[in-house]
């Protein structure tokens, strides 16, 4: 029996009630889950904050408007404009406050992801920091080819994940560096793969570039539940967590939803306002 420390909590692990690492080091399921949990609880809470302050936003500006202005004036209502810009900076702080805390479980995760098994869960992101710094393969240089994302050193030969390791290679060479075996060109974790989140993520993608609406039920942090269809515009990551921005039919203004907290989502026709 091997027993060493848990890489997450530092308390006692063995080959037996822990999960091996590409390394040989070893961690408790049970942390791992808590972190990824605690790292998701944090990023609703970071999106829902995100969207209080897009709506906080919209209101100040429609306060300030000259009508607005005029109307006010002559009616002696308060405008609570200033109110409102506390209320703004309130949420900027928390938002500041909750990206600090998310530092730590971060880092726990990306250690673990650097000497992961099989395919890391972030192995999307990974891959796409790789690709993102060149267009040309690193040994044919070979220009606008499709590439792949080759280990230099094998998982099994004590490779890791880590950036430094990673290579962008063309087919063909990505090929030859495994011994001529054919190489299928992998852009996400299997585990995404299979995910309500990915499947979301497709359609969303869809009804964006099909100038479409979605429909979907919608839960925020604070565990409220709503019905909801926008006209997405675009997808954003915001602190890691996956977002949608688009036109919200309810609220009659842009709005940004987490896409994990999206649930029955469906394509509907383009909607108008």
């Known amino acids: 029996m091997i027993v060493q420390s848990c890489q997450i909590c530092g308390g006692v692990c063995s080959d037996i009630d822990g999960d091996k690492l590409a390394d040989g080091t070893l961690y408790h399921a049970r942390c791992y889950y808590a972190t990824v949990g605690k790292l998701k609880a944090l990023d609703e809470q970071i ?6 302050a897009a709506a906080t936003r919209n209101r100040i500006e429609k306060n300030q408007m000259f009508r607005e202005k005029l109307y006010r004036f002559f009616s002696g209502k308060h405008s609570y404009v200033e109110d409102m810009n506390t209320e703004l900076i309130r949420t900027q702080v928390a938002i500041t406050h909750l ?23 972030d192995w999307a992101d990974r891959r796409m920091q790789v690709l993102s710094a060149t267009r040309v393969c690193r040994k044919c ?12 050193k094998p998982m099994s030969r004590g490779g890791s994940h880590r950036p430094e390791n990673l290579r962008a290679l063309c087919e063909t060479c990505h090929s030859e560096a495994h011994d001529g075996k054919t190489i ?10 299979r995910s309500p989140y990915g499947g979301n993520r497709a359609l969303l993608e869809e009804a964006i570039g099909h100038s479409l609406a ?20 675009s997808l954003r990551t915001v602190d890691n967590a996956l977002c949608v921005v688009g036109y919200c039919h309810l609220r009659k203004a842009e709005r940004i939803f987490a896409v994990t907290r999206m649930r029955g989502v469906k394509l509907v026709p383009k909607l108008r306002g």
């Open 47 to 52: 999106v829902d904050l995100h969207g209080h």
């Open 214 to 233: 979605v429909h979907f039920s919608y839960r925020k942090f604070n565990g409220t539940r709503s019905t909801r269809t926008i006209s997405p515009t």
């Open 184 to 193: 299928w060109r992998r852009t996400k974790a299997v585990d995404v793969d």
């Open 99 to 121: 990206s600090q805390e998310k530092i730590w479980p971060s880092r726990q995760l990306q250690k673990l992801y650097d000497v992961w098994p099989t395919y890391p869960p």
């Open 141 to 152: 240089r070979k220009w606008n080819a499709s590439l792949h994302v080759h280990h230099k």
